[in-house]
Each structure stands twice: as C-alpha cells, then as structure tokens.
C-alpha cells in the first residue's frame, strides 16, 4: 500500500505536544497517576502512541507517515505508527537488519536519506520503500529510558521533503523519548501488578486445594502438598490448573449431593 499524503487540514507547525490536548493538561506533573488516567482516558498504550506518531507527522514540515522503533526483549520492533503507514517500511529493515530505523536505534545516530533513488545504503529497503512511493526518510534516535535503542521514524513523498523540518524532527524526538519512557514504564508496573495478582491468586487456590485433602484424607499440608505436586508432574498438568478443578469439583458437590470418600482426590483437567 502506498504512503498517503497529509491531508491539507494537518499543517505543520512548531513545538508540537507528543500528547493529544486534554491528556497533555492531565500530564502537566508527570506523575503516575496523570499518566494512568491518560491512559484509561484513550483507550490504552496502543492509543496514545499511534496518536503520538499522527502528531509527529503534523509537527514535521514534509513528513506524511511516522513510526517508533524500540528494541524490546532483544529484537526492534514497530511500538506504533502513524495512519497511512505501511506496515513493511519498518519491517523489511529489522528483516534485513539494515535501514535507517534500524542504523538510528543500533547507532544511536541520526540517519537522513535525502532522496532514496540517489542514495547507496540499505539496497533491500531502499527497493521497498520506493516502490510504495517513499522517496525521503529521516530517523531520529530516541532516549527512552529502560530501552537500550529506539528511534522515531518520518518518511516523504518528496525527495528533500525533510530538509526543512530535520531541527523540528529532533526537538519532536526530545519530548517524545521523554513521553515514550514513561509510557512504558507505567506499562511495565501494570504488567508487574497484574503479575502479583496472579500469584496472590495462584497460592490461594493451592492453599484451598491443600485444606481439602488435609480434611478429606487426615494429613498434613506438607503430604497434601507433596500429592498435589506428584499428580501434577504424572499428568502433565499445571499445578494451579490442577487445584482449580479441584476446589470447584468440591465446591459444586457441596451445593448438591454429598461427597463420598475419596471424591476429592486430584485428578487432571479434561482436554
């Protein structure tokens, strides 16, 4: 799919906000909190980043798509990107390992392709991205704290469409490495939470499905525990998984008939 132009109502213009208005107000502290109620606010990560790029492109005079590269568990990766971003700009370059993105965020050195027809680097994207009518590429790297590279992407129709708007790009790319950071490192806290909580979960059906066989068969929580571990490793089923069928067999033959001797014992889920 070809890179679409930037519509005539998007005009460029200085010292663009990374964050859409309201949100940027709410963020005005920095704290965790704004950034949380940010969040919620539009919709979640994925959101608020591709409105980051659709901004970056209003605010780089001759850019008419953006993304972001960030390197995340070992390998670049496309974090958001702007509408009318075909999607095989960035990823023939991290295919390739070669291209201006992947240069920017490795480097950590600003990379401008004045006009891809004349230019002699990265020969495999170079063909892609002409043939989808890019013809001008500038990536900027981004300090993102927690990330070891990271770059912000603008592509142009227009050979030296970017010449204008490189001081722009960069002052675009200050605030929003800053923007980005925060971003994922409120992500990361919430993955971290949701982690505990799952634990917390985790060790309560366990601690039930132990308070059952102790009951049942007179044992002690050390031998129900042993049990539940052998049974889990025999059928190859997870322990939580395992204690969790327990409890609710127990738990929906208690609100009907009686259970008889030896009906709570562990069994596998069925598949």
């Given at each position: 799919m070809?890179?679409?132009?930037?519509?005539?109502?998007?005009?460029?213009?200085?010292?663009?906000?990374?964050?859409?208005?309201?949100?940027r107000?709410?963020?005005?502290?920095?704290?965790?909190?704004?950034?949380?109620?940010?969040?919620?606010?539009?919709?979640g990560?994925?959101?608020?980043?591709?409105?980051?790029?659709?901004?970056?492109?209003?605010?780089?005079?001759?850019a008419?798509?953006?993304?972001?590269?960030?390197?995340?568990?070992?390998?670049?990766?496309?974090?958001?990107?702007?509408?009318?971003?075909?999607?095989?700009?960035?990823?023939r370059?991290?295919?390739?390992?070669?291209?201006?993105?992947?240069?920017?965020?490795?480097?950590?050195?600003?990379?401008?392709a004045a006009?891809?027809?004349?230019?002699?680097?990265?020969p495999?994207y170079?063909?892609?991205?002409?043939?989808?009518g890019?013809?001008?590429?500038l990536?900027?790297?981004?300090?993102?704290?927690?990330?070891t590279g990271?770059?912000?992407?603008?592509?142009?129709?227009?050979?030296?469409?970017?010449?204008?708007?490189?001081?722009?790009?960069?002052?675009?790319?200050e605030?929003?490495?800053e923007?980005?950071?925060?971003?994922?490192?409120?992500?990361?806290a919430q993955?971290?939470?949701?982690?505990?909580?799952t634990?917390?979960?985790?060790?309560?059906?366990?601690?039930?499905?132990?308070?059952?066989?102790?009951?049942?068969d007179?044992?002690?929580?050390?031998?129900a525990?042993?049990?539940?571990?052998?049974?889990?490793?025999?059928?190859?089923?997870?322990?939580?998984?395992?204690?969790?069928?327990?409890?609710?067999?127990?738990?929906?033959a208690?609100?009907?008939a009686?259970?008889?001797?030896?009906?709570a014992?562990?069994?596998?889920?069925?598949?």
């Amino acid at each position: 799919m070809p890179v679409a132009a930037r519509g005539a109502g998007a005009a460029p213009g200085g010292g663009v906000n990374p964050w859409p208005r309201g949100i940027r107000t709410r963020m005005s502290t920095e704290t965790s909190k704004t950034l949380e109620d940010a969040l919620a606010g539009s919709g979640g990560l994925d959101t608020l980043l591709r409105d980051l790029t659709d901004r970056a492109v209003q605010a780089v005079p001759g850019a008419v798509a953006c993304s972001v590269t960030v390197r995340r568990e070992g390998r670049l990766m496309t974090l958001a990107g702007s509408a009318g971003l075909p999607s095989g700009l960035d990823l023939r370059q991290y295919e390739h390992a070669s291209g201006p993105c992947v240069a920017a965020a490795e480097e950590n050195a600003e990379q401008y392709a004045a006009d891809l027809e004349r230019e002699t680097r990265w020969p495999e994207y170079r063909r892609y991205a002409l043939s989808v009518g890019v013809r001008s590429v500038l990536a900027v790297p981004l300090a993102v704290e927690g990330e070891t590279g990271a770059a912000i992407n603008f592509y142009a129709l227009r050979p030296g469409a970017l010449d204008a708007g490189r001081d722009r790009a960069r002052a675009f790319a200050e605030r929003a490495g800053e923007a980005i950071g925060a971003a994922l490192r409120l992500e990361r806290a919430q993955a971290s939470a949701a982690d505990v909580r799952t634990a917390l979960l985790t060790r309560s059906v366990i601690d039930q499905a132990i308070g059952i066989l102790m009951a049942q068969d007179r044992i002690s929580a050390r031998t129900a525990m042993e049990r539940l571990r052998r049974v889990s490793q025999q059928t190859n089923v997870k322990l939580r998984d395992l204690c969790t069928d327990l409890v609710a067999r127990v738990s929906g033959a208690g609100a009907g008939a009686s259970t008889g001797p030896g009906s709570a014992r562990p069994q596998p889920r069925g598949r």
